[in-house]
């Protein structure tokens, strides 16, 4: 076996970890909350302030998404797959959603800033509509919501000399006051998916 099969089935095992302990937190939180009607308790461990750019370069942080509950993705525009298709998925959901996307905010963050600049997230995140908004930085700041918000993010060296990113795939879900609620999984049904959205939009509006 090559040493980058190694190196990526190693590493996507600790994509498969991660994600098994994020369930297992939801679960417990679901678990310990059953039939208080939200989403689940808020997991102050993940998520925080930032400080990032956007794609005409311009300096966006938490604040500018209070208010609004948030579905936030990580990932890069070389990937091949996870990343398309998420972001396919999110154009899909605030389609179905009509009228009530507006009362989110969706947001996609590069763990791949030394490719990803402004313009290129600009330009990619276009493809899939208007809504969501593409963040990127410098190594400092991407680094520092990466660890704020516990995700998995791995360079994976190619044979030819370039590289990949193995990352986290889940869509993160905040609440208006940025504190995490839940995920999407990679790969959900699309009417679960969209019930998370609904209860998310329900539980904000009820404590506005």
Known sequence: MSSLKLIRYGAWAAVV?????????????????????GLIEPLSAIGGPFELVDGNGQTVTDKDFAGKP????????????VCPTTLSDLQGWTMALGEDADKLSFAFVSVDPERDTPDVMRDYVAAFGERVVPLTGSREQVDAVIKAYRVYAKKVPLDDGGYTMDHSAAVFLMDANNRFVGTIAYGEAEDSALKKLRRLIANASASS
């Open 17 to 37: 970890a991660l994600a098994i302990a994020a369930g297992v937190l939801v679960t417990l939180q679901m678990t310990q909350n059953k039939g208080t009607g």
């Open 70 to 81: 948030l579905a936030i993705f990580f990932g890069f525009t070389f990937c091949p797959d």
